[in-house]
């Protein structure tokens, strides 16, 4: 007894001493438990407002968006873009467009009309939010917020203004319109994003008396309008009811099933630190490419900034040039495989050099701020250049894109974050306008190009918007008979202060300014309309790149023709070289389209650019143009005539109509007839002229005709 008592009443204390510590143990494992699945409960909200707010910046910072839900909203562009996303619903279902008076443009809701505007359905938490917004119209600027639609749902709805994504683009005076998105959170969705973030059983409770495991929702005014509540853990009293039984058996497992139960909860816990820190993680890095997001480059951009006055900074901006075409002709998956590999790529040149960022669709940053790596800016720039000149094998399809790069070094302080990125993404858009594939340093006198293009680009959109715009004809005439056969149009534009300003510059602008859709759109128009009255005559017109690259350009122009009653037959569309080259696929798509329209296709300023034999050879063109600059002197110049008689024989050899253009002399026009050139233009036969100087001329052409069959009579 006297041993046996001791031992028993140490064992029993033991016992009882290792029971409450492993019940203590226990609450503590649940509490850090709840604890972690709160933080990620509320992780999960945050995660879900700033995706809304992601994807509202995909939306609203946006050039095509700044263009068309400004002024006369573009219907077929809003439909496209927000109507048919909410019928998906995967980002958002609902959609609203507030004009600068805070009234409801448009409202789609679930792939159709939404019965109220957005303040109607969502009340003072959307007033208070506006109102926040309000206060700053500078900058693009959206706030998220949770609250309760009309009918009782829980919504998170972001609402921000909209912008360009460029500075070509101009923004909105005083107040900006605001797009709102709204996505209703239903049980599927709190399910999804339970799973997300590995929290069983969460779902939205309306119960203010709930007692379990919850995280309130609270709208912009501050009121609860629900809670999340997920199914209570207890992987502490689970441990317990497994070892506890094994204890009272037997005090020599003691330690052991203690060391076991804070095994359990060590591991719990770091198990929800590592939950915390991939949540932190995620939201600062893209979840493609695994490199820093453009909030992560925003944080380490201003630490630099601040840090400008004692070590050198620069950013490196680069866009990729041709990805587009990628995502549109192989889909989005090759598009994303895509994007890893250039990230990987990016990521070995770059280094431990700087901090490379995927800030956009196709947009990478690089930030460096050290005296060795900002001295070798431009050298690094040029290696990101040069690794995708080559080209990459992606899922078995060899893909050839390249990437424009714009590099802004910062001063002796007093540059802000924004301003420094704003100048390398126009340095960027400099090395694109440059020809693509290339390194542009920001220089203060690209600011001011831009600022003037701009505004060359604001007249131009008045004077499509007054008709301000006048087309003149240059007739084409027939190498037999020498009578007019066609008429090309030509555009002018006669501004009241610059005088008249070179289709060249305008038509430059119009394309880098988002406006040559609706410019070839004007001149297709007018001149079929003014065709119509020529019918011995056909139409000839010079189409842009840019307006290939539209997809429905052949709809477009089907439209004009059954508007305008012109016949398809005698319309020639006139394509240069660089359409072929920059987007060849597309282009043979359009060509063959066109041609089933019954509409021929030229290719024009042949002998400027490429000149590629297997570029005649694969499109299915209907005639050759050869460039003034090919034909001048032909007939003063011995080998200027030989290499214009080879280039007319290579077009006959492909079956191929040619027309020469640029002809001043008799002597030029007799020599390319002799050649073999089907048709001939220049200033020798006519200059340009306006339509009524066709009709006078087509007029004498006639009479002229009329006399010499008279002639022939009387003979």
Known sequence: MRIALPVLLVLAGSIVFMIVALQEMAGEVDQIDAAATERSASASLAALLKQMRDVHGDYAVWDDAAIKLYNTVDTEFATRNFKESTRSAVFFDSA???????????????????????????????QVMLTALARNYTEYDAKAGLMKDRSGAITAVVVGSIY??????????????????????DDRSIR????????????????????????????????????????????????????????????????TTILFLLGIGYANL????????????????????????????????????????????????????????????YGHDTGDRLLERVARG???????????????????????????????AEEIANRLVQFLQAPLNIDGRVLTIGTSVGIAFAGEGGMTAEELLRRADVAMY?????????????????????????????????????????????????????????????????????????????????EEMGLMDELGTWVLRHACRDAVAWPEVGLAVNVSPVQFRNPGFDRILATILAETGL????????????????????????????????????????????????????????KLKIDRSLVHGVSVDPETRRL?????????????????????????????????????????FARPMAAEAVTELLARSDDDDEQAAGSLQRA
């Not at 201003?302 to 002709?329: C, H, M, W, Y």
Request: hydrophobic share 40%.
């Open 96 to 126: 609203y467009l507030l004009d600068e008076n805070g009234q409801h443009v448009f409202a789609y809701r679930r792939g159709g009309v939404a019965p109220r505007g957005p303040l109607e359905e969502f009340g003072s938490p959307l």
């Open 164 to 185: 360009p994504t460029s500075s070509t683009v101009a923004r909105a005076r005083g107040k900006p319109r605001l797009l709102v998105l709204a996505h209703t959170l």
């Open 192 to 255: 999804h994003l339970g799973n997300d973030f590995a929290i069983e059983g969460m779902s939205l409770s309306f119960d203010p008396n709930f007692a379990g495991q919850r995280v309130p929702l609270i709208d912009p005014t501050g009121k609860s309008i629900g809670a999340l509540t997920w199914q209570e853990r207890s992987p502490g009293n689970e441990a317990y009811g497994r070892v506890a039984p094994v204890a009272y058996v037997t005090l020599g497992l003691i330690g």
């Open 270 to 329: 770091v198990s929800a630190r590592r939950r915390e820190r991939q949540a932190i993680h995620d939201a600062h890095h893209d979840s493609l490419t695994g490199l820093p997001n453009r909030a992560a480059l925003t944080k380490g951009l201003d630490i630099a900034v601040r840090r400008n006055g004692t070590q050198p900074l620069a950013v490196i901006f680069l866009d990729l040039d041709g990805f587009k075409e990628v995502n549109d002709s």
């Open 346 to 376: 990016f990521k070995a040149i770059c280094g431990q050099r700087g901090l490379l960022a995927r800030v956009g669709g196709d947009e990478f940053a690089l930030v460096l701020d050290s005296s060795d790596t900002v001295a070798a």
């Open 430 to 510: 400099q090395a694109k306008e440059l020809g693509r594939s290339r390194v542009a340093l920001y220089d203060r006198s690209i600011d001011t190009d831009k600022i003037e293009r701009r505004v060359i680009a604001d007249e131009l959109r008045l004077a499509l918007k007054h008709n301000a715009l006048q087309l003149v004809y240059q007739p084409i005439y027939d190498a037999v008979t020498m009578r007019p056969a066609l008429v090309e149009a030509l555009l002018r534009w006669h501004h009241p202060v610059r005088g008249l300003v070179a289709p060249d510059l305008f038509v430059s602008v119009a």
């Open 567 to 622: 016949p398809p037959s005698r319309l020639e569309i006139e394509m240069t070289e660089t359409s072929l080259v920059t987007y060849p696929d597309r282009a043979q798509n359009i060509v063959a389209l066109l041609r089933i329209h019954g509409i021929s296709v030229a290719l024009d300023d042949f002998g400027t650019g490429y000149s590629s034999i297997g570029y005649l050879r694969r499109f299915a063109f209907d």
């Open 644 to 684: 214009c008689e080879a280039t007319i024989a290579l077009g006959l050899a492909l079956d191929l109509k040619v027309t020469a253009e640029g002809l001043e002399t008799k002597a030029d026009v007799e020599i390319m007839r002799a050649a073999g050139c089907s048709h001939l233009q220049g200033y020798y």
